[in-house]
């Protein structure tokens, strides 16, 4: 069994470096097959950062066959994910978010993606939380001198609305049910689109540092 530990600077969302930076290699270095694209220079980034953040991993599976079998769990401060899948997805996960939050200036409008990511994640489920995340981006971005305008008084409309959903189907199941654990479901989910329909601007003054400033060329 292979433990990998993945941490996040909370205010910056860069991937923390827990490998001895002493002792490495030379396919690190930044002028080493540097990217055509990339705007760094030699003389302040003498090493690539996403290569130095992958490096523990590329030594480590460098002779594993992708295709072998595994099971992979990961496990988060909310929840645990796990599959039985090809070393080459668990990895694809791995890589992804250390890739996103490695400080690569061309990678850096991913680091919302990364601070939310979602391992195993399929096109569709990544095309929807990609378009999301750039227009949530748009709106803290947004400027009066842009003429781009958008709430969320609609959404907030919406979740009023699903309130009212809540409370019938509450009332339902009161009527069949002897036990609580359905009728605590709803309630949660009550309690929830409560919230939401009354604190979501201020709710999301609480996200605009992980956007503000992103997405922008």
Known sequence: MIDYLIELDPETLSFTPH???????GWTKLEYKQCRNCPLIPDTHPYCPIALNVMELVETFKDVFSYHDCIVECTTAER??????????GLSALFGIIMASSDCPVMEFLKPMARFHLP??????TT???ASMYLLAQYFNQTP???????????EIHYTRVQAVNEGLLSRIKSVSSEDADKNAIITMHSMSQFLSQEIDYSLSNLEFIFKGRYKL
């Not at 645990?80 to 997805?89: A, D, N």
């Not at 195993?120 to 489920?125: R, V």
């Open 80 to 89: 645990t994910y796990s599959k039985k899948t090809s070393v080459m997805e």
């Open 128 to 130: 929807v939380r990609s």
């Open 145 to 155: 001198e842009s003429g781009i305008s958008c709430d969320f008084k609609m959404l």
């Open 19 to 25: 490998t001895d930076q002493k002792l490495l290699p």
């Open 120 to 125: 195993f994640a399929t096109i569709e489920e």
